[in-house]
């Protein structure tokens, strides 16, 4: 057995839990459902694009035209090309088959901010140009290539389809150098039905939902709302009409986009937010995001 094979637990590989998790989402009314009725049964090329953050660029460049992707300074299958690399004073460095690992490296950071033992490096992290030693920052890099994170064929299962590389891109941030809104779109059948704005990544974080029409929705997602309420964002019919161009081809996924100072910055595509376990409170809220979704009887 192959270590990366070793590291998926049994229940994520065993065809019985397969089995039984497959009847159980047979019939799903609820957002949560849905995802895990997804994960189980999509499996389409498109779905690992998607995943994969350096492939979808390419994509969302086909949809919607370059102009809206992040600067790419680095793709990579081995991290020792990086050696060869000109750092720019500020930097994002992600591995493409995963979620939840980040070097980020700016002056905003916390003057006492470290990067990770190479050995525990899957985690985000901030921090300032002098504490990013590119030897160190490689270190990490080829820690992520030899993990698998996609959990196994029961769960999130596309990131083991997709190549192991690393991507270094620019850092979104704002004039006042602050890392701006993360707002993600809610796109079923190429239509927007919610918005999820994620503030305060490295500070007091804050998250909000809205309806396309910017009325706030009393939910809550875990963070606490932010205060005052966010206005209308100036460009927010913009990032719609793009967030459901690049949903058309499928019953959901998440866009999530970036304004950084009137320019709009693609981030990522989820097709398995928060891996079917996403938190409603209140819980009704779970069987209203349901409601928008018709799962297709089968994925094609």
Request: glycine residues 8%; contains cysteine; positive net charge.
């Amino acid at each position: 057995m192959s270590p990366s094979r070793r590291r998926i637990r049994w229940r994520e590989r065993s065809r019985i839990v397969r089995l039984l998790r497959l009847w159980r989402t047979r019939r799903p009314t609820t957002f949560r459902d849905k995802v895990r009725y997804k994960m189980l049964r999509d499996r389409r090329d498109l779905i690992v694009t998607f995943a994969d953050k350096a492939a979808v660029r390419e994509h969302v460049a086909s949809v919607i035209g370059d102009r809206y992707l992040p600067r790419a300074y680095a793709v990579v299958d081995d991290p020792q090309d990086l050696r060869h690399l000109e750092w720019p004073s500020e930097y994002v460095v992600k591995p493409t088959h995963g979620s939840g690992a980040a070097i980020v490296v700016s002056p905003q950071a916390p003057a006492d901010a470290q990067l990770p033992e190479s050995r525990w490096g899957w985690v985000y992290r901030h921090v300032r140009p002098e504490a990013a030693d590119p030897h160190d920052v490689i270190a990490i890099a080829e820690g992520w290539v030899t993990k698998l994170y996609g959990q196994g064929p029961n769960r999130e299962w596309v990131y083991g389809q997709v190549p192991r590389r690393v991507i270094v891109e620019e850092l979104l941030s704002g004039a006042d150098g602050a890392i701006p809104d993360d707002y993600k779109f809610f796109v079923f059948h190429g239509r927007c039905a919610f918005i999820q704005v994620d503030s305060g990544r490295f500070g007091r974080r804050t998250q909000d939902f809205y309806r396309p029409d910017w009325e706030r929705i009393p939910m809550s997602g875990g963070p606490p709302w932010a205060d005052p309420e966010r206005t209308r964002p100036a460009h927010l019919d913009e990032m719609i009409r793009l967030a459901e161009k690049l949903g058309q081809p499928t019953d959901f996924v998440r866009v999530d986009l970036y304004d950084v100072d009137g320019r709009i910055v693609f981030g990522e595509l989820t097709s398995f937010p928060a891996g079917g376990d996403s938190p409603f409170d209140p819980e009704e809220f779970n069987a209203e995001f349901g409601r928008s979704w018709n799962v297709p009887r089968r994925y094609r």
